[in-house]
């Protein structure tokens, strides 16, 4: 899915991390979402590849990343230990500074690492989310019901891997299928490195740990942000899909202005996942963003 890329596993500390590394010029780090990995990003890494040098990686718990038990207050699969693992990442191929685009629970890793680590990150692209604070703190019943697994993941170990664990196939169908676009975006490679992942208990309870994390030290480190009036100090781009829960339950711009200085997006029209079902519409949008001088 990635042709002319190499494919590394790099230890950044208590985890090894996967990623695929290809191209030449400024680094750039694409993060993936739930319940997938770095293979979201297949339509579109070639083409950033000519301009960048992409490293497309899987977040802690994910893909052929490290999958530590979690710790009693889920602080080692906090957005912030997640961000440290691939700033990490990308120090060692020699990216102190670089950029990120990146979707749904990579998003999150992404924007705590621009607010933890301002100095590394130069432009932020996000797709489909809001801050997860206000996520919470704004679920009505729509949200609720387009994102059940918000609440069902977060359950105390072990009732929502097992259920998992015996029908990975049906989770995966219904999770990435029972979204606005269907099934007809992943190609068949992709939905296969996804199932081939999910069948791995220990990648269950990472995503688990993700989402209870979220739940907990995730919503205690947004709240010291907003007391404090840290924000997000790079450029940032937020996109979201029109037909998608995010940009029908929230307003993602009104959001992120309460976390960001420099913040501007836009809808695209597709769903929840973005480089798979509108990839030329996401570079149309990024590419340009990217390319813009930083200050």
């Known amino acids: 899915m990635f042709p002319h890329f190499e494919q590394h596993t790099i230890d950044v500390g208590d985890v ?25 990003w297949h339509k579109v890494a070639p083409q950033l590849a000519e301009r960048y040098t992409v490293i497309a990686a899987d977040l802690r718990g994910y893909g052929d990343s490290g999958k530590p038990a979690g710790l009693p207050d889920h602080s080692n699969y906090s957005k912030r230990a997640m961000a440290a693992d691939q700033l990490r990442l990308m120090r060692h191929f020699g990216h102190e500074r ?24 130069s432009r932020l692209v996000t797709l489909d989310i809001a801050p997860t604070l206000a996520m919470y703190e704004k679920t009505s019943m729509a949200f609720a019901t387009a994102y059940y697994h918000w609440f069902f993941l977060i359950r105390p170990a072990p009732f929502p891997e097992t259920l998992i ?51 907990t030290i995730d919503l205690e480190h947004e709240r010291a942000d907003l007391a404090a009036g840290r924000k ?44 798979e079902e509108a990839p030329q519409a996401l570079l149309d949008e990024v590419l340009p963003f990217l390319s813009t001088q930083t200050p």
């Open 232 to 275: 997000i100090a790079c450029p940032m781009l937020a996109l979201w899909g029109a037909h998608g829960a995010v940009g029908q339950c929230f307003d993602p711009l009104a959001e992120w202005r309460a976390l960001a200085s420099d913040v501007r997006g836009k809808a695209l029209d597709c769903g929840h996942y973005i480089p």
């Open 16 to 40: 090894p991390i996967h990623c695929v590394k290809g191209g030449s010029g400024p680094g750039l780090l694409l993060l993936h979402g739930h319940p997938q990995t770095h293979a979201i």
């Open 98 to 121: 670089f950029l990120v685009l990146a979707h749904d629970r990579g998003a999150r890793v992404a924007y705590r690492m621009a607010l933890d680590h301002p100095a590394a990150v």
């Open 165 to 215: 664990n015996s029908h990975p196939g049906d989770y995966l169908k219904h999770t990435i299928g029972g979204r606005s676009a269907g099934l007809a975006p992943f190609t068949d490679e992709a939905y296969a490195e996804y199932l081939r992942c999910l069948r791995d208990p220990a990648t269950v309870h990472g995503i688990c740990e993700d989402y209870r994390a979220s739940a």
